[in-house]
């Protein structure tokens, strides 16, 4: 059964500074991987999605990697802003369709 | 309005009631979902479909059921509403099996069950 885990839970960073979210998956028969942004109380955005052949994807300040042999993922933000507090998930898609996501990592940028 | 819309935003039922959450899309997207986030468990699917009249089970359908006789619109049904039912429900779309199959999720409907 695919698990995917995203550690640290919660992290806080000051601004400026760069940093890493991490996302790891147990099963490496993933069809692709998607990072999105969940702001209190609204929805999911999407950020970046990584087809299972892709090494990386980059958007502005954001860049995703896939390992599938290491079943990981990162998502690096370049130079953090207060605007980028949220909750950071990860979710992977199999190849039957389902999509399994990780519980999040809750990151707060301190002004 | 293009995208994706969910209805009602909010309800409050009570235990045994039926219960209808509507999703909407516009983009002719060929696949849909249906999650619930949970403090604790994060989003888990409950039912998904890759096209009209085609559903799935997700990880967790007991107590739903799904319906998809137009391409645009996915409701959901608590046939007999439970308290542990209660919970944020997300509606999402994709294009399909394709490099276009990113997903995007409607704003949700709070649901609470008393």
């Known amino acids: ?16 500074e760069n940093l890493v979210l991490n996302c790891s998956f147990t099963d490496s028969a993933i069809y692709n991987l998607q990072w999105f942004r969940q702001d209190p109380g609204k929805g999911l955005t999407s950020l970046l999605l990584i087809q299972s052949s892709q090494r990386e994807q980059t958007s502005g300040r954001l860049n995703a990697s896939l390992d599938k042999s290491s079943g990981r993922s990162t998502l690096y933000i370049a130079a953090s802003q207060p605007g980028d507090s949220a909750t950071y998930l990860c979710a992977v898609r199999l190849g039957d369709d389902k999509i399994i996501f990780g519980k999040g990592t809750r990151l707060h940028i301190l002004p | 309005d293009a995208g994706i819309t969910q209805s009602p935003r909010y309800k409050i039922t009570e235990t045994g009631r039926q219960v209808t959450l509507m999703c909407h899309q516009t983009w002719s997207h060929s696949y849909m979902f249906w999650y619930r986030q949970d403090l604790g468990h994060g989003l888990r699917l409950i039912y998904y479909s890759a096209a009209a009249d085609i559903t799935d089970k997700g990880e967790v359908p007991d107590g739903y059921v799904v319906s998809r006789s137009k391409t645009e619109n996915f409701p959901l049904t608590l046939e007999s509403a439970t308290r542990s039912q209660t919970s944020v429900y997300f509606c999402a779309s994709s294009s399909g099996q394709s490099s276009y199959n990113e997903q995007f999720f409607g704003p949700g409907t709070r649901l609470t069950v008393l």
């Open chain 1, 1 to 16: 059964k695919q698990e995917v885990t995203q550690i640290p839970a919660a992290l806080s960073v000051p601004e400026g």
